[in-house]
């Protein structure tokens, strides 16, 4: 039976004192760089895990994240949300984090579970998704001191947080430009209804777009909520007027995939879903593995540990920023080019 690997071990392993291994594992930031970098090699080839019970109990802390996960609901909705989950799963796991999920429809329903949750497993922070106008559970949170971050930006809000998003008037803009260098010049908005603080980002970045190219935009708005069927209905609607659009950008993959059944018309989703990906749907691709593991470097930054000093190749520069300044990372999302447009 193989031996148990314990701090005495890694630190023989990389010729350092027992207590240097403990300053790497639990405050890096008094440790030299070389040195930090030789222990933690040592841990990785040997497999040291932590006893992380034993360090809740010297630090206080649980080492929990916790996060809102929808209930189930029909169609591809909801998948963006499924992928950020297990980025921020991926994450959390090496620092040294788990994350603990919990189910809420309504504002003031999450709200009542962070009080149950604080309550009872002293979580460590939050990490907020579905962002809106007049969200209240961030003001609720920082009231009682509670570390947060949001994915999603606070739409809006006066209070000033630390937040994660990706650019989704970039990706539209990214797909409008697309259509007009191929040579479409009525490209029409398929998008929600005015007030989704997303949804009217996006259309933001397929108006200004077609502005910037002098392109009318004139009866080419069109909002509806997000289905497969609704997004079939508006696309009929919009071939059948006198002056049809020969293309349309819309806010999602599901209203896409609905308009593409409307015959010979250029289409761009937004998400690249696994439907859109076998069908072969051109759509906008949001970087969420990367938006997860930056609210999870912004959390640990805010519980006082230093993530950052291994920095990755696309870790944004703000966040390796220290500082009590809220971090605002605002991510690019790629243009995925199929068949469709």
Known sequence: MASKVTIATVARHANVSRQ???????????????TRH?????????????????????TGRSRLIAVRI???RNG????????FLHGLTEAAAPAGYRIMLYTATEDDEEIATYDELLATYA???????????????TAWLRERGVPFTTFGRPWGATEDHSWVDVDGAAGTAMATRHLIEAGHRRIAFVGWPSGSGVGDDRQRGWAETMSVAALDIAGLDRRTVDGFADGLRVARELRSRRHAPTALVCASDQLALGARQAGDIAVIGFDDTSMAQATGLTTVRQPLAEAAATCVRILAELLGEHPGERPGPTEPEAVRRRGDQPRHILLTPDLIIRDSG
């Not at 240097?20 to 070389?34: G, Q």
């Not at 040592?42 to 019970?53: C, F, M, P, W």
């Not at 591809?76 to 992928?83: F, H, K, S």
């Open 20 to 34: 240097t291994v403990s300053n790497v594992l639990n405050t890096p930031e008094v440790v030299r760089a070389e």
């Open 70 to 72: 929808d209930p189930v």
């Open 38 to 58: 030789r222990v933690r090699a040592a841990i990785d080839e040997l497999g040291y895990r932590a006893n992380l019970a034993a360090r809740q109990m010297r």
């Open 76 to 83: 591809i909705d909801g998948v963006v949300l499924d992928r």
């Open 123 to 137: 979580l460590d922070a939050f990490v907020l998704t579905h962002t809106h106008h007049g969200d209240s559970r």
